[in-house]
Each structure stands twice: as C-alpha cells, then as structure tokens.
C-alpha cells in the first residue's frame, strides 16, 4: 500500500481503494461506480473518480478538495462534480475562490449542496441520497444505488410473446427501482443508523468505528461525535449488510489490537462479513 494507490477492499464486482485513520485522512473510492466518498487532504487514487461526495468539513475528510481539483484540471478533467453538505457550499466556494488567486489558475469543477433525504441521479446506472448523521459539525452520509428494472407483478408468469405484445400495445411491463448498494457513514454517532432504513439493506456499509476499548469509553465517543465499537457491536444484529467495512479507527489502537477485539467478540456469521478496512497501525 501507498498514499498513491491507497488499499484495496473487493465484495463481488465491487472493488474500493482508500485509506482511512481518524484525524488523519479517511477516503474511500468506489472504482466501479467512479464515485469517491470524501477525500482527506487529497491523494492520487482519487483522481479517476468523476463525483465526490464530502460527509462534513474536517480536514482530514475534506482538506484536500482544492489539491484533488487542480490535480484533476492538469489532467483534463474539468467536469468532476463535488457534492457537499447543504451548509459547507457557500464556505467551500469561497476557500476554492481563495485558493485559485494563490494558485494563479481558475479552476473548473460543480460544486453542488444536498440535504439528506434528496435523490441524485449520476448517470444512467446510478444515483445517490444523502442521510443524516449527528457528528459535531453538519454532516451526512451517502447511499448509493443501483438503478435495476424488474418485471411487474402482473406480468409474472407471462410468456416472451405475451410482454412483446403488451409492449407493442404501448404498455411498460417492467418497472424501475433503485438497489442500495453501497453505504458511507463518514463521521457520526450511532443514530445514524435510524437517518435511512436502506442504510441497514446496502449490500455494503462502511461505518465509523473510532474508539474500541475503555480508555475511550461510550461516553466519550458520544461526546466527540463518534461510534465506540460497543454500540456498533450492539446493533449487529439489525445490520442486514452483506459486507459491513470499519473505517475511522483511532490512531491509538494498533490493527493487532483491532483485530483480536473483533476475533473475540464477533459471532462466527459476523465475522465472515464484518472487517476492518485495511490499515498501516
């Protein structure tokens, strides 16, 4: 692993890249869907990626948005669109406009706010929603979907010529709906989970877990805006997620530690979906 390339993470067809220690940076990159979920101070793994999404505004989730813009406008790619928090639009605008008379180049980006609860189509095969998630400035997750046709009820047992011929009447048989598949937390306590219930159904949930023993105990995690792995192991059994990936580990905690927590305490079905993302401590 390098900050160049970050570490890889892989559930299916779905292959991530990023890096991800508090307070220092945490970035996850969806390769398959070319969308990046925050971006630390900014690193060369992201630059493939066509859409940001920023959970909040602490530097070490969304420092590196002026560098990973100039990087991208070097390349050619002026069309990368940055989707932020309701209340860091404006602020964000201003730091970009700010930096571009330092850096002497005018930059080329979208920069748009959502709230949670707003669907954005991306493309013809995905889209996302913004969800709510408590943390100590404004912040929001993001799920993203897949968008997937399925046959109607009424069509259910109905042969080839049956569906050609209702089509040829100027009747759809299919209809639209829309898989959540992946789901990023970013920065939260563990109310997040009630913010959207297809946070519980993505096939994959990365999920904050900053504090893991009783140094830093509840408590604390709660005071700090942040998840103790005793609430996430708590809520375990209402996560119906395929793969569930931890982000967000305190640097205190060396990944021998982390590892033997999760050896212990996981039940022998949790431990085949749940893991730590890949780290350096």
């Not at 890096?19 to 940076?25: C, E, F």
């Not at 009820?153 to 010529?161: D, S, W, Y």
Request: net charge neutral.
């Amino acid at each position: 692993m390098s900050l160049e390339t970050g570490f890889p993470v892989q559930h299916g067809e779905w292959a991530f890249t990023g890096y991800s220690l508090a307070g220092i940076t945490t970035s996850v990159f969806c390769k398959t869907a070319s969308v990046c979920f925050d971006v630390g101070q900014g690193l060369p793994f992201q630059l493939p990626a066509r859409n940001i999404l920023i959970t909040h505004a602490h530097l070490d989730h969304a420092s590196g948005v002026p560098y990973l813009i100039a990087q991208k406008n070097m390349n050619g790619q002026e069309n990368t669109r940055f989707f932020v928090p309701l209340s860091l639009a404006e602020p964000l605008e201003k730091i970009l406009k700010l930096w571009e008379s330092v850096d002497g180049h005018e930059y080329k980006y979208e920069l748009r706010g959502v709230k949670p609860g707003e669907l954005v189509d991306l493309d013809k095969i995905y889209a996302f929603r913004a969800f709510a998630t408590p943390h100590r400035v404004e912040s929001q997750g993001y799920l993203l979907f897949q968008k997937k046709k399925k046959l109607k009820q009424k069509f259910a047992g109905a042969t080839q010529e049956m569906i050609i011929a209702a089509k040829a009447a100027g009747e759809e048989p299919n209809e639209s709906l829309l898989e959540p598949v992946v789901a990023f937390t970013g920065d939260t306590k563990i109310e997040f989970l009630a913010s959207d219930p297809d946070v519980a159904r993505a096939r994959i949930l990365f999920v904050e877990a900053t504090f893991w023993d009783e140094a830093k105990p509840v408590e604390h995690a709660r005071r700090w805006g942040h998840i103790h792995i005793e609430e996430l192991l708590a809520i375990l059994p209402q996560l119906q997620n395929e793969k569930i990936v931890l982000i967000h580990a305190s640097v205190r905690y060396s990944t021998a530690f982390l590892q033997d927590v999760l050896d212990r305490r996981l039940s022998s079905e949790d431990k085949k979906r749940v893991v730590l993302f890949p780290r350096t401590l």
